[in-house]
């Protein structure tokens, strides 16, 4: 979990202040980093600046002060375009292209690199597959065809198109039944131990963050209140802010982390 000394993080927020025009402070000096194999969830009430925190990673936004570095680059030195194109990106409302089909919106990714048409048909092919959708089936389907956890499903997939070292994803799951949420997890975390990336995920949903991720970070009003594994934070919550979080969901945390919690 920890990078050797010649990997740089896979992301680094150093001191990072956000004020938005007309807006509170939304990031009030954030520390934190994502190691280049491991999965950060980002966890905190509505209005914390998870979505902020984001953001600033894959350049729709600048930090006031303070500065976010990329595989051990700011982003200010960034090309914003190839920023982009180097990582998988998941919106909660996933943002597929309604006129495309399946397999197409799977492939985007590889159309912007310039790949041929067959290459980025055959990976799609395989993605689709990966995460659970049957290709024979799905792949000629416009988005409008599909359940709304199709449609996730379809967005994962785009997400780790073009073999990405590092995917952002904001409530990737969010708005499913309990069911699919749940399959969606186990799904998801089946295959980031299989492809070892850097993974930043943005949920509420303390239950779901330790199924999925390595460490978690809680943030409250653009501050980070504290980071560690589910574990730590079950045992040893900085405030009461981390504790309330967690005591709704004790009980499931304790069965998940048997002895270890
Ligand atoms: N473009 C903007 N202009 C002004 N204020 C903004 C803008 N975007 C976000 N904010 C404010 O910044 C704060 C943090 O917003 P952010 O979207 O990061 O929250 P969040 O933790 O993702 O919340 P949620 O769980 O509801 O998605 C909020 O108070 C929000 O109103
Ligand atoms: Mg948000």
């Not at 000096?29 to 950060?40: K, Q, Y």
């Not at 005591?247 to 919690?261: H, I, K, P, T």
Request: hydrophobic share 40%; with cysteine; net charge neutral.
């Amino acid at each position: 979990m920890i990078p050797n000394s010649h990997t740089p993080p896979a992301v680094a927020w150093h001191q990072v202040r956000k004020s938005y025009p007309d807006g509170p402070e939304a990031l009030r000096g954030v520390d934190l980093t994502v190691a280049p194999d491991e999965c950060l969830a980002i966890l905190g009430t509505s209005g914390s600046g998870k979505t902020t925190l984001l953001k600033l990673v894959n350049r729709l936004i600048d930090p006031t002060s303070g500065d976010v570095l990329v595989r051990g680059v700011s982003t200010r030195d960034w090309d914003p375009i190839a920023l982009r194109r180097s990582m998988g990106y998941v919106i909660q409302d996933v943002g597929l292209m309604p006129h495309m089909n399946v397999l197409k919106n799977v492939g985007l990714p590889l159309r912007l690199q310039g790949r041929p048409t067959q290459e980025r048909d055959a990976e799609a092919w395989e993605w689709l597959e990966l995460v659970g959708l049957e290709p024979d089936r799905f792949a000629p389907l416009r988005p409008h065809q599909l359940s709304g956890g199709q449609r996730q499903r379809v967005g994962v997939a785009r997400a780790l198109m073009g073999d990405p070292d590092l995917i952002l994803m904001d409530e990737p799951f969010g708005a499913l039944d309990p069911i699919t949420r749940r399959e969606l997890q186990d799904e998801f975390h089946r295959l980031r131990l299989r492809l070892r990336k850097a993974v930043v995920f943005v949920t509420h949903d303390i239950r779901e963050a330790c199924r999925v991720a390595d460490r978690l970070a809680i943030v409250d009003h653009g501050t980070l209140i504290q980071v560690g594994t589910p574990a730590d934070l079950l045992r040893r919550p900085a405030n009461a802010f981390v504790r309330n979080f967690f005591s709704d969901a004790q009980s499931v945390l304790e069965d998940m982390l048997g002895d270890s919690a």
